[in-house]
């Protein structure tokens, strides 16, 4: 079980990695535009991480910190919103307000600061 764990902890880096991989190859030298591989990303690290949520296949003696997976949950919703609301209007004006798309990176890499350096 532990291993599994493992694996699906890798699922939910390969999915933040897509996700701030498509944001920053946009961010620096793209159009500044949301891609449909930005949410592909967003998903599998949503999905991956509500896996990791539940305590299943922890070492013995270790707990989750549901403070910290709660804060997530919460940034993550909002990276979704950006991505959803942003991609509508991207669809409609041909551009996304350049705010919503340098929140959706900051934010990303708000969770991944949040999951490496929040103990
Ligand atoms: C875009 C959103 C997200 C990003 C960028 C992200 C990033 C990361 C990174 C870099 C790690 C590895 C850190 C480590 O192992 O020390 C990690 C682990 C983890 N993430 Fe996420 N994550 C996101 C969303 C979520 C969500 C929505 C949840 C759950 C509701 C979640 C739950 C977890 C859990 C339980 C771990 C295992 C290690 C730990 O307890 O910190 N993540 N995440």
Known sequence: METLRHVVLF???IGFAV??????AQAFGGRREFTRLM????TV???????LAAPWGLPEGVEL????IGTKLVVLLAIGAL????????????SVPPAMFWLV??????????AAIWR
């Open 19 to 24: 996700l701030f991989g498509a944001w920053a």
């Open 45 to 51: 690290a949503a999905v991956a991480g509500l896996a």
């Open 83 to 94: 991505l959803g609301i942003g991609t509508s209007k991207q669809r409609k004006d041909g």
């Open 65 to 68: 910190n549901y403070a910290k």
């Open 11 to 13: 699922v939910h880096l």
């Open 105 to 114: 990176g900051i934010l990303t890499a708000l969770n991944a600061g949040i």
């Open 39 to 42: 949410s592909i990303g967003m």
